[in-house]
């Protein structure tokens, strides 16, 4: 009888092998500031996406971690579409809050000579950088491949979280992480594998540091190992945000070559900013190209209903968004639009405070799916359509200037440059907003009917139009510097009680009884 015992150790040898990489793998990294980036994906030294690629026609499935339910699901990563804004939840998938991101298996459906791999992020602060690690396999025939999965030895499809995909059968491609000082730089693979470590003690006081002179011109160039510590350094504010690309491909000496034969790729992605609640990547999509296969470029979503507006030549951009209420449509394009395209660069000149850039580009949404009358949420307004059919002649112009005057505070991202900062009241917060909408959008409206009420029932911290008559009142008594000076505590998040009386030399309440006596005076005594 044949001894088969040898053929059949072979073949399973065979089976778990991991596969190769062709070709070494360069990442290049791009970056486009938030102020420039748009629905284009324009990133400098970067190609756009595209669609029709191989990756378009996988399957993701998530293997570990928890997507966020606020994202777009899955298939935003291949459908060869792009969000229209930086902060556009529903075109993008990210994981939930508080977690530590997942992995994300994306099955090709065939085995391909992989080209490139380009992953696309876009947010206006810390979602926007990428930090990950993708790995690939290619099992044979399928009659094989089934029995590979099932087995419980070394090769393992969905590897769990705690499992190192290396030691499963799978091929490691690239690590990714664009954090650092500068984001427009190219890495080597070796330079990735450093830049995600911890400081050591010695280097946690010089991480934050401003560059000298003579290292400014240094950061941009290859990373070399003596330059770990710089590239271990967070993102500073002025590159945090906007739009990063990343392409793996092979390295630069032969660039024809694909870096491997691929039918699955395993993609193990961590939080942009560790430690922060909200801090998984807003990825737009993640593009898979073979070799010599031709592709279109993607383009942004086209829905009937949703207009870009441009603001000051293009300084700003906001997108309207009726597509859920036709009948608004033509009055929020010709009627509610310019009012925006006029008062958002007021409020944002209003509200400037120094190291701020208040938001490039925002929505206003135009729901029917929303009770009460508007809301802001980061660079996202959304307005009741009910609310607003029922007070287009009125108040729906104004409504909106107040939401406007939110998406410029952000006042929630204290935290980012003041690890001590203090909440804002929300009587502050909606007064500030209140008062630009009431005594600068339209003060013909005399408060809006603050003027007609008894002074007695006004309260300086009772928010929106009573907060805002009294900073009116504040400021037209010789402090013309107020809104500025409340403005600044707000968004550093610095603001106390202690503040009126540092401003104005009286506390609030004695502000407020000198209001009230003003608004009530008693007459004069007969003699």
């Known amino acids: 009888m044949l001894n088969r015992t040898p053929l059949l150790l072979a073949l399973a040898a065979s089976l778990h092998a991991p596969t190769s990489l062709w070709a070494e793998a360069t990442v290049s990294v791009g970056h486009q500031s938030e102020r420039r980036a748009d629905a284009r994906f324009q990133i400098p030294e970067m190609e756009s996406p595209v669609q029709g690629d191989a990756g378009e026609e996988g399957t993701w499935a998530v293997v570990s971690g928890t997507p966020d339910r606020a994202g777009g699901g899955l298939t935003k990563l291949n459908d060869g579409q792009l969000p229209r804004l930086s902060d556009q939840p529903s075109e993008n998938f990210f994981f939930a809050p508080a977690t530590d991101g997942g992995r994300l298996l994306l099955d090709l459906e065939r085995s391909i000579e992989l080209a490139e791999i380009r992953s696309y992020s876009w947010h206006p602060s810390e979602r926007s950088p990428q930090v990950y690690t993708v790995y690939g396999c290619d099992p044979p025939a399928e009659d094989q491949r089934e029995r590979q999965i099932d087995n419980d030895g070394s090769f ?16 490691k491609i690239a690590s990714i992480n664009t954090r650092g000082p500068k984001v427009d730089r190219r890495l080597r693979p070796s330079d990735n594998s450093k830049v995600d470590r911890r400081l050591r003690p010695s280097e946690r006081n010089n991480a934050d540091r401003r560059l000298r002179p003579s290292e400014r011109n240094n950061v941009d160039r290859r990373l070399r190992p003596s330059r770990e510590n710089t590239a271990s350094q967070p993102l500073r504010p002025a590159t945090v945000g906007g739009q990063v690309g990343v392409k793996i491909a092979n390295n630069d000496e032969d660039s024809r070559s694909p870096l491997g034969r691929f039918r699955y790729l395993l993609f193990e992605i961590q939080p942009a900013e560790p430690g922060a609640r909200f801090s998984n990547t807003f990825f737009s999509e ?4 073979e070799k010599g296969a031709a592709v279109t470029p993607a383009h942004s979503i086209d829905v009937e209903g949703i207009a870009t507006f441009e603001i000051e030549s293009g300084e700003y951009e906001f997108v309207m968004d009726t ?10 394009e010709q009627e509610l639009a310019p009012v925006v395209q006029q008062w958002y660069p007021k409020v944002v000149e209003l509200l400037a405070s120094d190291g701020y850039e208040a ?9 029917s799916a929303m009770d009460g009358v508007a809301a802001t949420s980061g660079t996202n307004v959304t307005c009741s359509a009910d609310w ?21 505070q952000q006042y929630g991202n204290a935290r980012r440059t003041n690890p001590q900062a203090k909440r804002t009241p929300g009587w502050v917060v909606e007064g500030i907003a209140d008062y630009v909408r009431w005594h600068l959008y339209e003060p013909e409206s005399v408060g809006g009917g603050v003027a007609r009420r008894r002074p007695s029932s006004l309260r300086y911290d009772a928010s929106y139009r009573d907060t805002a008559a009294f900073l009116a009142w504040v400021i037209d008594e010789g402090n013309p510097d107020l809104l500025a000076q409340l403005n600044a505590a707000a968004r550093t998040g610095t603001y106390t009680d202690a503040f009126w009386r540092k401003t104005t030399g009286s506390t609030a309440q004695q502000l407020s009884d000198a209001w009230h006596a003003e608004l009530d005076p008693k007459p004069a005594a007969q003699d």
């Open 359 to 367: 938001p490039q580009s925002f929505r206003i949404h135009i729901s």
């Open 323 to 332: 597509s859920d209420c036709s009948d608004l449509t033509r009055w929020a």
């Open 156 to 171: 393992q499809l969905k590897p769990a979280a705690e499992t190192d995909p290396e030691s499963c059968g799978w091929t």
């Open 388 to 408: 607003y059919r029922r007070n287009l002649q009125g108040e729906a112009k104004g409504a909106t200037v107040h939401e406007l005057v939110h998406v410029v």
């Open 286 to 289: 993640i593009d898979v190209l």
